[in-house]
């Protein structure tokens, strides 16, 4: 009878540790929502390179990066640098004078997703985004928006790519 409260007690024990385990675990979170319109394939942009400064939203860190467009394709020199994302096609559709952008970027190595929306008025852009990281047995997001404007062409440097 002892060990038939022990395997009882055992098994409440693990049961009890598994509920706690499922509780700590995130569940999947959405990306990014862009917002419905007339999207085309990207070109508006092409040749433009911004700075850009913005912030973690939820933890407040500073976040600086440089957004590429060229041939039809979208870099964030920090995306690259971090997993090897390399060049992902954009979207654009004009608004008055604004032109929309949004590009959904995918680490190749690892499970990171980045989608980006915002919007180039001249020379200066707003974005915000989220950056997906999902993991069988969790996920994690940073939502984040900055803005920034036109780079300086580096002299010599083909600013078409």
Known sequence: MAQIFQVVALGVATLGTGAATMTVMRGDVPDLVVPEGNWSAGTQLDGKTFDFVGADLNSGEVLTDELVFRDGTFQSSNCQIYCDFGWSDYQTKTVGDVIHFTARTACPTAPHTVVWYGTVNGDTVEVEGTWTT????????????????????????????
């Open 134 to 161: 999902r993991r069988w047995y969790w996920t994690h997001q940073i939502v984040f928006a900055g803005s920034g404007s036109a780079a300086a062409p580096v002299p010599g440097q083909d600013v078409e790519g």
